[in-house]
Nanobody, 119 residues
């Protein structure tokens, strides 16, 4: 069984930084794209950033402030968030397309980690 577990959320002041981590575990053969999404209260879940084979993609709202990276040996994806703004407050979800031993390729989600930015 494959699991994604996020960590690193919390309360941070505007202008501050935070680093999120997401570890994939289980009977994994390989991981394709990995990414971060977020959902603010009353809003739809939105893409924050993705990374695949070293190529990254960012939402316009976080370009220049957030950096996504991954460690393929550790099956981990990171999101370094700098210059945080109150509008970055949301639950952040890790997502990955994973090829597992017991199943074909499938889309997996973490449980989410809350990031709250105070003004």
């Amino acid at each position: 069984q494959v699991q994604l577990v996020e960590s690193g959320g919390g309360l941070v002041q505007a202008g501050g930084s935070r680093r999120l981590s997401c570890v994939a575990s289980g009977s994994i053969i390989t991981i394709d794209v990995m990414g971060w999404y977020r959902q603010a209260p009353g809003k739809q879940r939105e893409l924050v950033a993705t990374i695949i084979r070293g190529s990254t993609n960012y939402a316009d709202s976080v370009k220049g402030r957030f950096t996504i990276s991954r460690d393929n040996v550790k099956n981990t994806v990171y999101l370094q968030m700098n210059s945080l703004k109150p509008e970055d407050t949301a639950v952040y979800y890790c997502n990955a397309l994973i090829y597992a031993m017991t199943s074909g390729p499938a889309d997996y989600w973490g449980q989410g980690t809350q990031v709250t930015v105070s003004s």
